[in-house]
């Protein structure tokens, strides 16, 4: 088909309309590591665009010969994959459970799920119950509390109703049982919502913070985002200590947001893309009825 000079006009006007969005996307993150690698005197003077000038890696050099940095890093990496694998058992369940028009009390349970979006004990009550259940200073702390999210649950729960019910009537017939549909004919056709909600949870864990700095006391127990954050508040960075000289406290306190944020985004910018394919049908075939 012969395409019409009004439609040729508008893939161009697309086209440039894509890549000036792609270019403001890409800018922010770009810039993030071209600071990262440059040297204070041309970041203070706000030369630093797209590349590096001055290319300088002394601040990466001193956040990773640090022993606490990895000793946190590597609690990050537990935190993130223990929690996603509770979450995603926990949040699988409910919604699976939900989705069934036949659950005795199922609108209760939808409506008390969703009450918890907008309502909650507040702080002081949940360090009160943390502390109490003896959750203080241990990874259960950072790893419970949060480990169903509502939002995640109903994508999940809308997902599998628009599943046809012919096919586990049929598995039911061919002599499953509950468990046996959900994880023989459930599960494996629902690995594009599966793999979106990994994304979301383990990005959540990967990025949390502020649960640590409330419930963990002990500095080898912090993820990396607390000893970061800490360097940044020049409160337990051990780079300030007296082997450090005033010049090398100037370069490192002028690109150390920079470092800091590249060093916590690689691992989830490295494990994107495998799951990127399923990130767009995930979230939609779950959110359409």
């Known amino acids: ?28 993150f ?19 665009n797209l590349f590096p000038k001055g290319f300088n890696v002394e601040t990466y ?19 993130t994959v223990v929690g996603t694998v509770i979450s995603m058992f926990l949040t699988t369940i409910f919604a699976y459970a939900l989705s069934k028009r036949r659950l005795v009390g ?33 990874m259960w702390a950072i790893v ?27 598995a039911s017939i061919d002599g ?18 599966i793999a979106t909600m990994v994304l979301f949870y383990a990005v959540a864990y990967w990025n949390s913070w502020f649960s640590a700095f409330i419930y963990l006391d002990k500095k080898e127990l912090f993820p990396v985002t607390i000893y970061l954050r800490n360097m940044i508040a020049g409160t337990t960075s051990g780079m300030s200590a007296g082997a450090t000289s005033a010049d090398n406290l ?3 306190s002028a690109n150390i947001k920079s470092v800091t944020m590249v060093l916590t985004i690689l691992p989830i910018l490295t494990v994107y893309p495998f799951v990127q394919k399923y990130f767009v049908s995930g979230v939609m075939l779950g959110s359409v009825k």
Do not use: H
Request: net charge positive.
């Open 30 to 48: 770009i810039n993030v590591v071209a600071q990262s690698f440059s040297s204070e005197s041309y970041i203070n003077s706000g030369q630093v």
């Open 1 to 28: 088909m012969k395409e019409s000079k009004q439609y040729k006009i508008f893939k161009v006007f697309n086209v440039c309309i894509l890549l000036i969005i792609i270019f403001c996307t890409l800018y922010p």
């Open 61 to 79: 050099q001193k956040v990773l010969s640090d022993t606490m940095f990895w000793i946190n890093y590597k609690n990050t990496v537990v935190y």
């Open 176 to 193: 499953l049982n509950t468990y046996g549909i959900l994880l023989k004919i459930v599960l494996p056709l629902s690995k594009a919502v």
């Open 106 to 138: 199922r609108r209760f349970l939808t409506v008390f799920a969703v009450f918890t979006m907008f309502f909650n004990g507040g702080l002081i009550p949940n360090y009160v119950l943390i502390n109490a259940l003896g959750f203080a200073n241990s």
């Open 250 to 252: 100037t370069q490192i």
């Open 144 to 170: 419970i509390p949060g480990a169903i999210s509502i939002y995640n649950m109903l994508i999940m729960k809308s997902f599998f109703e628009n599943m046809p019910e012919e096919l586990e009537e049929a």
